[in-house]
Structure formats: structure tokens, C-alpha cells
């Protein structure tokens, strides 16, 4: 397991150079079209650490980016996927690393569930560019609504954790492979893979742990290939992805090195109220379609 986790931390670290480079390449040259976009630039590094400091212990950082973005105006609906898809790679780089070397989980599962759900994110990007703006927006909103179910799941305790196994017989293994390549082809309209992933993985009677690599894992690559395809499309915001992918680094850094273990009953309780929140913005009918 230890060459494999090391071969993965290489493919993380070349990825991620591939991603910066893309993505540098991008916002250099269409610099000023990303200054004037309506992201405070005041606030985002505030905004990108408590973000990715969440995330990191657990909650969605689609699900809690969709919610602050689209409350404060930040970007179109059109652009919301391929933003939070985009924003959230280098964090996740780091807490890629930081997972793999800390849990033991079967290596072919892993390497399994992470091809899978890279295939999955190569077909989603070119699926939700064709979507109108409203299905865009009404798909965004159902995703918050699953994410705030989930949760609300987790914090009454009705899905079983207490599973021990670090691997899956072939029949199992197969089956979560292809809920997760469903689960990378939602990455793409804003439908975070981490607390399906959870939840599945305790279903199989899986040790809640061995979720920890496989999501990261399999989110890092899969999230890399479908923001490749938004970023040469220009289908998101180059302003917050280029400040989230430095200041959402300290928030993970923070919650892995420093907090370690936090209590998060509480503040799960308080996402879900936004993810609610947020569910309603998007849900309800625009002033257009009230007229129509």
C-alpha cells in the first residue's frame, strides 16, 4: 500500500502542476475581463480558508460555496459549476496527501473508485454546457437540497458508522465504483461527491475512515479533468477560482496540522441552514419566468 500511496502523492503533485499551469495560462489572459468580475477581493480570502477549513473536517465546500456565492452575487448560475469545481483543486490537493498516507484502505479499491469516478467528470462537463441557464440553476439547487439531506442524515444518526472493513468483496467493489462515477458526473453541476461517498461507503458496512482517501482520491482526479474542460470553455469565475486556490490552502492546512479533531455538531447545524437557504434562491422561479 505504501508504493501505491506514494505513486498516487507523484500523480497528485504532476496533476496539480498541469492544473496551475492551465489555469495560470487562462487568467493571464483574460486578466482584465477577471478584475472586473463582482467577487470582493477584500473578502474572499476570508471566505477561501473558512471554506476549505470546513471542508476538510467534513462539510461540502460545493455545497457551502454555492450557498455564499450565489448570496452575495459573486457569479452567474452559468458559471457555478466550473467555479466551484475549479476553486477547490489546489486545497484538495493538499488534503489528498494528507489522507492517503493516514488510512489504510485496500489499494485496488481505490485505485478503482478513482478511475471510475474520473470518467464520470470527463462526460459531466460537456453535458452541463449544454444546459440552459435554468436547468442549471434548478440542478444546482436540487444538489444543495441531497447535501442538506445528507447532513441532516449524519447529524440525527441515521446512517450506520460503525462498519470496520477496509475492502469490499468484487460484486460490492464494482457496484461502488459505479456510484461513483455517477457521483463525479454530479460533480459538474455542483453536486459535492464527498458526503455520497461517506454515506455509501457506510452502507457497504466500510469503516467511515476508508471514505476519507477514497473521496479525496477520487474527487482530486476526477475534479481536475472536469475543471480543465470549464476553464478552456472560460465557464467560470477566474477571480475566485485564482484567490481559493491560494487562501483555501491555509483553511485545510489549519484543520489538518492544527485543529485535528473538532466538534462540528454545531456548525453543521448552522450549514444546513444555509444549504437550505441557498436551495430556495435557486429553486424559486426568476422574476423572467414569473412573467412567462
Known amino acids: ?23 495560470g495560462r487562462d487568467v493571464w489572459q483574460h486578466r482584465e475581463m477577471a478584475k472586473k468580475e463582482p467577487a470582493d477581493g477584500r473578502i474572499l480570502p476570508f471566505t477561501a480558508s473558512l ?7 467534513g462539510a461540502s465546500d460545493f455545497a457551502l460555496s454555492s450557498a455564499i ?13 466550473g467555479t466551484v469545481n475549479a476553486q477547490c483543486i489546489l486545497p484538495l490537493a493538499v488534503m489528498t496527501v494528507a489522507y492517503l498516507s493516514r488510512v489504510q484502505v485496500s489499494w485496488w479499491l481505490l ?8 470518467i464520470g467528470a470527463y462526460i459531466g462537463p460537456r453535458l452541463v454546457m449544454r444546459l440552459p441557464d435554468r436547468m442549471i440553476r434548478l440542478s444546482v439547487g436540487v444538489g444543495l437540497l441531497v447535501s442538506a ?6 447529524q440525527l444518526h441515521w446512517v450506520q458508522t460503525t462498519g470496520n472493513a477496509t475492502s469490499l468483496p468484487v460484486g460490492k467493489a ?3 465504483a459505479a456510484l461513483l462515477f455517477v457521483y463525479g458526473a454530479l460533480n459538474n453541476i455542483g453536486i459535492g461527491s464527498f458526503a455520497p461517498t461517506m454515506v455509501t461507503v457506510s452502507f457497504f458496512g466500510m469503516s467511515p475512515l476508508v471514505a476519507f482517501p477514497i473521496m479525496m482520491g477520487a474527487a482530486f482526479f476526477s475534479i481536475v479533468v472536469g475543471s480543465t474542460v470549464f476553464i478552456q470553455a472560460g465557464a467560470y469565475s477566474r477571480k475566485i477560482v485564482s484567490y481559493t486556490s491560494i487562501f483555501g490552502i491555509i483553511g485545510v492546512l489549519v484543520a489538518v496540522f492544527i485543529v485535528g479533531q ?10 444546513l441552514a444555509i444549504l437550505i437557504y441557498a436551495a430556495f434562491i435557486l429553486l424559486r422561479p426568476t422574476a423572467d419566468e414569473i412573467e412567462a
Request: net charge positive; charged share 5%; glycine share 2%.
Open 111 to 118: 485505485v478503482m473508485c478513482i478511475i471510475a469516478q474520473v
Open 51 to 57: 471554506i476549505f477549513f470546513l471542508s476538510t473536517l
Open 174 to 176: 464494482i457496484l461502488l
Open 149 to 154: 439531506a445528507l447532513l441532516l442524515a449524519n
Open 262 to 271: 473538532l466538534q462540528m455538531t454545531v456548525i453543521n447545524w448552522i450549514i
Open 69 to 81: 456565492y450565489t448570496r452575495l452575487g459573486w457569479t452567474t448560475v452559468r458559471k457555478l459549476p
Open 1 to 23: 500500500m505504501a508504493r501505491v500511496v506514494l505513486i498516487l502523492d507523484l500523480l497528485v503533485a504532476l496533476t496539480t502542476i498541469y492544473f496551475v499551469i492551465n489555469l
